[in-house]
């Protein structure tokens, strides 16, 4: 099915070797059958990506799929396939993808898919160790393939694509309606005529005996996709917020977006893929739910996906509950903000954390879903709760739009933007927002959640690429969910996925979990929230991240966060003290963040050198003064600097607290020029 | 001839070079792509040069960085897994291990073993393909002389020779 002309071009730029021609008469022909043709022959006509970097494979690949009658692009490069993905919306069904690439992780670029474009996704490697086949399934893949590819187990992927088509039907709700019941945006068919009808049909078909009746098929088949893009996330997390969590449905979310042109299902995919994301984010941290703001454990990659625009962040904030992020958060944020447009690769718009949360002690809620930007900014307003030292507390909604704004980039479209609205609380430090929020990549080795994080505070929307580190920030008050959009998945170190997985954050919600609120104790604290929650957090819980690479340390408040060298964020927040940021940077001593490189090991203690997705350990150390907002809010850090600032704090001021180790994972904190 | 490469073949799988996988290439190729599976095992050669030398580099280094050697082992051994190269994979396999285990001495000594076994197949596989060519050239010319006798047969059924037409090429004297 081939989308006409846009998606032959693909084909053929992209795979030179590839024997298009061949193919073509399949295509043809399913193309052609519009109507008649099409439904016959499924699953004749998949559309399928295929991305790995070694080029033998990907001949091989191609010429099985071919041999089961799908439509074949390979791609070499993870950033091509993104960009293919985007530029061609509804023009594929499947994208298979090998984990190990040298330009990107694979599990990056499968939470990017999955957040912006909700295609199904297959990973595959020759490696299959368990854990990444876990970690494939917690990143949310559809499947998990074990090279060497056999013809027959790719003969199977359709069910992947029936299968999501399917849940998407269902989410909608039967009794909404009739007009309502659109077809639900999913990736497909839609776009060209005749073959997204068909398909459509094909699959409606399918489904339809057992929903159908409600679901309006002629008109919904075209039904373009929308696509979410940060501010909508942000809207749309901020109207979850709202609800509550777990009250929230679609049509009141709907409602209390008001954006017109969305419908209700929209919403309730989208809604589904938050919830998801938000369940993986806690899962993968700890069980004991806490999660504090973090942005989403190991998942929670920010950056790198930019979907996570908002959707990340949320899901960071949602995961645990994140209220309690506000560490990752504002890391991530932080290095959102730092507008580590770098990497661009993913972008990862860290939905400021609700604005609320981080630093805003004052949401006792626990779970702040939101973090996004609605209320980042300002929660608790008064409360210098930079989660992000340095970091302007105060994201103004707008500022967090224009953290969007600025995230965006990367990728293409990871927005950077770090909704990290760290919160506009009043704090404002008020951070130059530029920090980049936008610096989105996180997978590079900055693990922009830290800077991105601070970048938040900046109050502009940090593109964390870096998964929402912000753990540390638990930001204090619940609310303080810091959204990072953590995709840490991406980049993150190697093998766990950095900053959002590793950062801490999960494990700071892990961590956080101990107690359930982290508002508590920030409240206790009185002073800046976030800080104080930051260490309370610490304290409480364990942060042991779970991200993959990550060890967690079950122990008091390690958090082990991929750092990467953006990360500041999570050294910042340890900071209990509330304070703000302002300035003081490098403050993370009183939670002193130590960093140690190296992959899981906590060796290093303050400004232990980190190199590039070296697992940054994190510790903070409560201590009570305030001085915490070093580190993390370092203004203006790019990323970069975040990192190297917090790294300077932690071994200028060591402080002894001891208690919170946030270990980063795969977060280089070397590479913040200090 | 023929048999020749049956049997050329099967010691290469019975031998332990090529696995299943190998199989799986040979039903991909089809009259539509009659080479593939030379042409896949070319783009290995290409790729594996590159690997093979990027590893001996990395080799080269003090101290050795056994991430960056793992990392670019675990995508030689990819690509050798995806066209059937059974004992390149094992030596792969090894290598990674002596990796994990920070070996630096043993790394180095498989090293020279992957390398090894790469070549000896490498050599393995020309020959069968170069062979495979031969062959398919031969048929034409056997094929080619078969018409040539039928015709040369029919013109001297003429000349009253009985003879049945069956490829047997036979002279009319």
Same mark, same amino acid.
């Given at each position: 099915?081939?989308?006409?002309?846009?998606?032959?071009?693909? @084909?053929?730029?992209?795979?030179?070797?590839?024997?298009?021609?061949?193919? @073509?008469?399949?295509?043809?022909?399913?193309?052609?059958?519009?109507?008649?043709?099409?439904?016959?022959?499924?699953?004749?006509?998949?559309?399928?990506?295929?991305?790995?970097?070694?080029?033998?494979?990907?001949?091989?690949?191609? @010429?099985?799929?071919?041999?089961?009658?799908?439509?074949?692009?390979?791609?070499?490069?993870?950033?091509?396939?993104?960009?293919?993905?985007?530029?061609?919306?509804?023009?594929?069904?499947?994208?298979?993808?090998?984990?190990?690439?040298? *330009?990107?992780?694979?599990?990056?670029?499968?939470?990017?898919?999955?957040?912006?474009?909700?295609?199904?996704?297959?990973? /595959?490697?020759?490696?299959?160790?368990?854990?990444?086949?876990?970690?494939?399934?917690?990143?949310?893949?559809?499947?998990?393939?074990?090279?060497?590819?056999?013809?027959?187990?790719? +003969?199977?992927?359709?069910?992947?694509? $029936?299968?999501?088509?399917?849940?998407?039907?269902?989410?909608?709700?039967?009794?909404?309606?009739?007009?309502?019941?659109?077809?639900?945006?999913?990736?497909?068919?839609?776009?060209?005529?005749?073959?997204?009808?068909?398909?459509?049909?094909?699959?409606?078909?399918?489904?339809?005996?057992?929903?159908? *009746?409600?679901?309006?098929?002629?008109?919904?088949?075209?039904?373009?996709?929308?696509?979410?893009?940060?501010?909508?996330?942000?809207?749309?997390?901020?109207? $979850?917020?709202?609800?509550?969590?777990?009250?929230?449905?679609?049509?009141?979310?709907?409602?209390?977006?008001?954006?017109?042109?969305?419908? +209700?299902?929209?919403?309730?995919?989208?809604?589904?893929?938050?919830? =998801?994301?938000?369940?993986?984010?806690?899962?993968?941290?700890?069980?004991?739910? /806490?999660?504090?703001?973090?942005?989403?454990?190991?998942?929670?990659?920010?950056?790198?996906?930019?979907?996570?625009?908002?959707?990340?962040?949320?899901?960071?904030?949602?995961?645990?509950?994140?209220?309690?992020?506000?560490?990752?958060?504002?890391?991530?944020?932080?290095?959102?903000?730092?507008? +580590?447009?770098?990497?661009? @690769?993913?972008?990862?718009?860290?939905?400021?954390?609700?604005? +609320?949360?981080?630093?805003?002690?004052?949401?006792?809620?626990?779970?702040?879903?939101?973090?996004?930007?609605?209320?980042?900014?300002?929660?608790?307003?008064?409360?210098?709760?930079?989660?992000?030292?340095?970091?302007?507390?105060?994201?103004?909604?707008?500022?967090?739009?224009?953290?969007?704004?600025?995230?965006?980039?990367?990728?293409?479209?990871?927005?950077? =933007?770090?909704?990290?609205?760290?919160?506009?609380?009043?704090?404002?430090?008020?951070?130059?927002?530029?920090?980049?929020?936008?610096?989105?990549?996180?997978?590079?080795?900055?693990?922009?959640?830290?800077?991105?994080?601070?970048?938040?505070?900046?109050?502009?929307?940090?593109?964390?690429?870096?998964?929402?580190?912000?753990?540390?920030?638990?930001?204090?008050?619940?609310?303080?969910?810091?959204?990072?959009?953590?995709?840490?998945?991406? %980049?993150?170190?190697?093998?766990?996925?950095?900053?959002?997985?590793?950062?801490?954050?999960?494990?700071?919600?892990?961590?956080?979990?101990?107690?359930?609120?982290?508002?508590?104790?920030?409240?206790?604290?009185?002073?800046?929230?976030?800080?104080?929650?930051?260490?309370?957090?610490?304290?409480?819980?364990?942060?042991? =991240?779970?991200?993959?690479? =990550?060890?967690?340390?079950?122990?008091?408040?390690?958090?082990?966060?991929? $750092?990467?060298?953006?990360?500041?964020?999570?050294?910042?927040?340890?900071?209990?003290?509330?304070?703000?940021?302002?300035?003081?940077?490098?403050?993370?001593?009183?939670?002193?963040?130590?960093?140690?490189?190296?992959?899981?090991?906590?060796?290093?203690?303050?400004?232990?050198?980190?190199?590039?997705?070296?697992?940054?350990?994190?510790?903070?150390?409560? *201590?009570?003064?305030?001085?915490?907002?070093?580190?993390?809010?370092?203004?203006?850090?790019?990323?970069?600097?975040?990192?190297?600032?917090?790294?300077?704090?932690?071994?200028?001021?060591?402080?002894?607290?001891?208690?919170?180790?946030?270990?980063?994972?795969?977060?280089?904190? %070397?590479?913040?020029?200090? | 001839?023929?048999?020749?490469?049956?049997?050329?073949?099967?010691?290469?799988?019975?031998?332990?070079?090529?696995?299943?996988?190998?199989?799986?290439?040979?039903?991909?190729?089809?009259?539509?792509?009659?080479?593939?599976?030379?042409?896949?095992?070319?783009?290995?050669?290409?790729?594996?040069?590159?690997?093979?030398?990027?590893?001996?580099?990395?080799?080269?280094?003090?101290?050795?960085?056994?991430?960056?050697?793992?990392?670019?082992?675990?995508?030689?051994?990819?690509?050798?897994?995806?066209?059937?190269?059974?004992?390149?994979?094992?030596?792969?396999?090894?290598?990674?291990?002596?990796?994990?285990?920070?070996?630096?001495?043993?790394?180095?000594?498989?090293?020279?073993?992957?390398?090894?076994?790469?070549?000896?197949?490498?050599?393995?596989?020309?020959?069968?393909?170069?062979?495979?060519?031969?062959?398919?050239?031969?048929?034409?010319?056997?094929?080619?002389?078969?018409?040539?006798?039928?015709?040369?047969?029919?013109?001297?059924?003429?000349?009253?020779?009985?003879?049945?037409?069956?490829?047997?090429?036979?002279?009319?004297?």
């Amino acid at each position: 099915m081939n989308l006409g002309g846009g998606q032959v071009v693909n @084909k053929q730029s992209m795979t030179p070797g590839s024997s298009v021609g061949s193919w @073509k008469p399949a295509a043809a022909i399913a193309a052609a059958g519009g109507d008649g043709g099409a439904p016959d022959q499924f699953p004749a006509g998949l559309r399928v990506l295929v991305v790995d970097d070694d080029s033998t494979c990907l001949v091989i690949l191609e @010429k099985m799929l071919r041999h089961c009658k799908y439509e074949v692009t390979k791609c070499s490069r993870a950033e091509v396939a993104l960009s293919f993905l985007r530029e061609n919306k509804n023009g594929f069904d499947v994208v298979i993808s090998d984990v190990h690439m040298p *330009d990107m992780d694979g599990f990056k670029l499968l939470e990017h898919i999955g957040l912006e474009m909700d295609l199904p996704v297959i990973m /595959m490697s020759a490696d299959d160790s368990k854990s990444v086949v876990m970690k494939g399934v917690t990143h949310g893949a559809c499947d998990y393939l074990i090279k060497p590819v056999r013809i027959e187990a790719l +003969r199977n992927i359709w069910q992947h694509v $029936v299968r999501k088509r399917k849940h998407e039907w269902k989410d909608f709700d039967p009794s909404a309606s009739a007009d309502e019941q659109k077809q639900p945006e999913e990736p497909d068919y839609s776009s060209s005529a005749n073959e997204g009808h068909n398909w459509k049909n094909t699959k409606r078909k399918k489904d339809e005996e057992d929903d159908a *009746d409600e679901r309006d098929e002629s008109s919904s088949l075209k039904k373009p996709r929308v696509v979410w893009s940060v501010e909508l996330h942000q809207q749309f997390v901020a109207a $979850v917020n709202q609800l509550g969590i777990d009250k929230a449905v679609p049509k009141k979310i709907l409602e209390l977006m008001n954006v017109p042109g969305l419908t +209700r299902e929209n919403v309730a995919s989208h809604l589904q893929k938050y919830r =998801l994301y938000l369940r993986r984010l806690s899962g993968s941290q700890h069980p004991g739910g /806490m999660n504090p703001g973090f942005m989403g454990g190991p998942d929670a990659g920010f950056g790198p996906i930019s979907s996570l625009n908002g959707l990340d962040l949320q899901a960071l904030a949602a995961s645990g509950q994140l209220g309690q992020l506000p560490p990752q958060s504002l890391a991530n944020l932080q290095a959102a903000a730092l507008g +580590r447009s770098n990497n661009s @690769k993913s972008t990862i718009s860290i939905p400021v954390i609700d604005q +609320r949360n981080i630093f805003s002690f004052e949401n006792p809620k626990s779970r702040y879903p939101e973090v996004q930007s609605q209320h980042l900014t300002n929660n608790n307003s008064s409360k210098q709760i930079n989660l992000l030292p340095g970091i302007p507390t105060n994201m103004d909604s707008k500022q967090f739009v224009s953290l969007h704004q600025s995230g965006q980039h990367s990728l293409g479209s990871m927005n950077n =933007l770090v909704l990290i609205q760290m919160s506009g609380q009043s704090q404002n430090q008020n951070q130059p927002q530029s920090q980049a929020l936008s610096n989105t990549n996180a997978h590079h080795g900055l693990r922009q959640p830290v800077m991105s994080n601070e970048m938040l505070t900046r109050g502009g929307v940090v593109d964390m690429a870096q998964p929402v580190y912000n753990p540390v920030v638990s930001v204090s008050q619940a609310s303080s969910l810091v959204n990072f959009s953590m995709n840490h998945k991406t %980049d993150s170190l190697g093998s766990s996925y950095p900053l959002g997985g590793s950062l801490g954050i999960p494990a700071a919600s892990s961590a956080l979990q101990g107690d359930g609120n982290l508002d508590t104790k920030i409240s206790r604290k009185g002073i800046v929230p976030s800080y104080d929650i930051f260490n309370d957090l610490n304290q409480n819980r364990d942060w042991g =991240l779970q991200d993959s690479g =990550l060890t967690f340390d079950q122990s008091q408040h390690t958090i082990q966060a991929g $750092v990467d060298a953006s990360n500041p964020l999570l050294l910042q927040h340890n900071r209990s003290s509330g304070r703000n940021l302002g300035g003081q940077n490098r403050n993370l001593t009183s939670g002193k963040v130590v960093l140690s490189p190296g992959v899981e090991t906590r060796t290093h203690q303050n400004g232990s050198n980190l190199g590039p997705h070296r697992n940054v350990h994190v510790k903070t150390e409560n *201590d009570s003064d305030g001085s915490y907002n070093n580190m993390l809010y370092s203004e203006q850090y790019g990323q970069d600097d975040l990192l190297a600032a917090i790294l300077k704090q932690q071994q200028q001021e060591s402080i002894g607290q001891p208690d919170n180790e946030f270990v980063y994972d795969g977060y280089a904190l %070397d590479d913040l020029p200090a | 001839m023929l048999r020749q490469i049956a049997n050329t073949r099967q010691s290469l799988f019975d031998q332990g070079y090529l696995d299943e996988q190998f199989i799986q290439l040979e039903e991909l190729q089809d009259n539509s792509n009659p080479n593939f599976v030379e042409e896949v095992v070319t783009l290995f050669y290409r790729d594996s040069a590159r690997f093979l030398s990027r590893l001996d580099q990395a080799l080269e280094n003090r101290p050795l960085d056994f991430n960056k050697l793992d990392g670019l082992m675990h995508q030689f051994k990819g690509s050798s897994t995806s066209i059937g190269a059974k004992k390149v994979k094992t030596e792969c396999t090894h290598f990674r291990n002596y990796c994990n285990a920070r070996n630096a001495e043993e790394c180095k000594r498989t090293f020279q073993n992957v390398k090894k076994e790469y070549t000896t197949l490498r050599k393995k596989l020309e020959a069968y393909f170069q062979l495979s060519k031969i062959c398919n050239d031969e048929n034409e010319d056997i094929s080619y002389t078969w018409v040539h006798e039928y015709h040369w047969d029919q013109l001297s059924k003429c000349n009253g020779g009985e003879r049945s037409s069956t490829e047997e090429p036979q002279v009319c004297t």
